[in-house]
C-alpha cells in the first residue's frame, strides 16, 4: 500500500475491504461480466479487486451501495491468491468477471447495466456495460443478516433514520465510518519518532475506522438486541486479527487488524444500534521529488605525516587517485 498514486485514496479503499471481509453476514454474491472495452495501442491489465459502481434507476444514477469489483482471472492466478490479473490486448475487448462486494439479493442487475470504475483505470473508458444479468445473488436466509454495509461519513445519534435513508441502508444494515489517523505506537518523543518510523522516507500509521450496526425488528426488544449482538460479534470473529482478507485484498503493512472495543451505540424507538471498532496499521510513504548532481568520480588522497628531524619531515603521499563512479572495468 505504500506505492500508490498520490491522489489514491487508501482510506476508502481500506473500508471497502473490510466491507468485502464481512460478506459471509449478508448471503450470495452477485457475480457477471461485464465487456471491456481497450481502445489503446498497447495491452491493458487489469488486476483483481479492481472496484465498478453501477448506474442504476431510470436516471442512472451511481449507486455507491451496490460496489462491484473485478474477480480473480481463473487463467492467471497462482496459489495463495497471486496474480489473477486480466489482460486486455491492444485495440481491442474483453468480458472481464466481477462480483459484488456484498451479498444479497440486491445486486441482482440487469444486462446491459452501465458499470463505472471508481476509481477510474489508467487507459481504459470510464465505462463497461454488463454484458448478462445477474441472478445469483441472494439474501442471507437466516438471522442475523446484514442486508446492507456503506462507508459513510458519520452516525448521528440524533438521526438514525435520516442517516439510513441517505445511505440507502434498510436495517439490518450498517455504517462504516473513518475516525481518524494516528501514529501506529501513539505519540513518541524524539527526533527518530522511535517505532512509529521505518526509515528515512517511511512511517506507520494507524487508520482507525467504526462500523454502526442498526437493527430494527419490531417484534420484541429480546429480538432486536439479539440480532444486533450477534452481527457485532460475527463481524469481530470475520475481522480480529486478519492480515489479508478472503479475497486478497491486504489490510494491514504491519501486524494485524486490532479490534479496539465494542459497544451499544444507542437506544431508540425503532433502532437499536451497535458499534465495533478497529484499527489497522499502514505504511506511509514520503513522496520525494528531489533531484541530485551526478555523482561522477571519487579523488580518493592518503598520505603519512612527516617526522620530526632529522628525520624526513615531508609528509609521504601513500595514495592520490581519481575513480570514475560507477568505477568501469578492471
Known amino acids: 500500500m505504500a506505492d500508490v498514486p498520490i491522489d489514491h485514496d487508501v482510506i476508502e479503499q481500506l473500508a471497502r475491504a473490510v466491507i468485502g471481509q464481512l460478506s459471509p453476514l449478508s448471503g450470495t454474491r452477485g457475480t457477471g461480466r461485464v465487456l471491456v472495452v481497450n481502445d489503446s495501442a498497447d495491452e491493458i491489465s487489469i488486476s483483481k479487486n479492481m472496484y465498478l459502481l453501477p448506474n442504476v434507476g431510470a436516471l442512472g444514477e451511481l449507486a455507491d451501495d451496490l460496489v462491484f469489483k473485478t474477480q480473480p482471472n481463473p487463467d492467471t492466478l497462482a496459489e495463495h491468491g497471486v496474480g489473477g490479473d486480466w489482460t486486455i490486448p491492444a485495440n481491442d ?4 468477471s466481477i462480483w459484488s462486494n456484498l451479498g444479497g439479493a440486491r445486486h441482482n442487475l440487469p444486462a446491459g447495466t452501465v ?14 456495460e454488463l454484458v448478462d444479468a445477474i441472478t445469483d445473488a441472494a439474501n442471507k436466509p437466516d438471522l442475523p443478516r446484514l442486508d446492507a454495509l456503506v462507508y459513510y461519513e458519520d452516525l448521528d445519534s440524533a438521526r438514525i433514520a ?15 465510518i473513518w475516525e481518524g489517523s ?15 518510523r521505518a526509515d528515512t522516507e517511511r512511517r506507520f500509521f494507524a487508520e482507525n475506522y467504526r462500523i ?9 426488544d429480546r429480538v432486536r438486541r439479539g440480532g444486533g449482538l450477534r452481527l457485532l460479534q460475527g463481524a469481530t470473529r470475520l475481522l480480529s486479527d486478519q492480515q489479508v482478507t478472503t479475497d486478497f485484498e491486504q489490510l494491514t503493512g504491519l501486524g494485524a487488524l486490532e479490534i479496539t472495543g465494542r459497544s451499544r451505540f444507542i437506544r431508540g424507538e425503532r433502532h437499536y444500534v451497535y458499534q465495533l471498532a478497529f484499527r489497522m496499521n499502514r505504511v506511509l510513504r ?5 533531484s541530485f548532481i551526478p555523482w561522477l568520480q571519487t579523488h580518493i588522497v592518503a598520505s603519512a605525516p612527516g617526522r620530526e628531524a632529522p628525520e624526513p619531515t615531508t609528509p609521504f603521499v601513500m595514495a592520490d587517485v581519481t575513480d570514475p563512479n560507477p568505477p568501469g572495468p578492471p
Open 286 to 290: 514520503r513522496l520525494d521529488t528531489r
Open 93 to 96: 475487448e474483453l468480458e472481464v
Open 182 to 196: 494516528t501514529p501506529a505506537e501513539g505519540r513518541t518523543a524524539g527526533t527518530n519518532q522511535g517505532s512509529t
Open 115 to 128: 458499470f463505472r470504475w471508481d476509481p477510474p483505470l489508467t487507459g481504459l473508458g470510464a465505462t463497461c
Open 162 to 176: 435520516k442517516d439510513l435513508a441517505a445511505g440507502r441502508i434498510t436495517a439490518p444494515g450498517g455504517f462504516i
Open 212 to 220: 454502526f450496526f442498526a437493527v430494527s425488528d419490531v417484534s420484541s
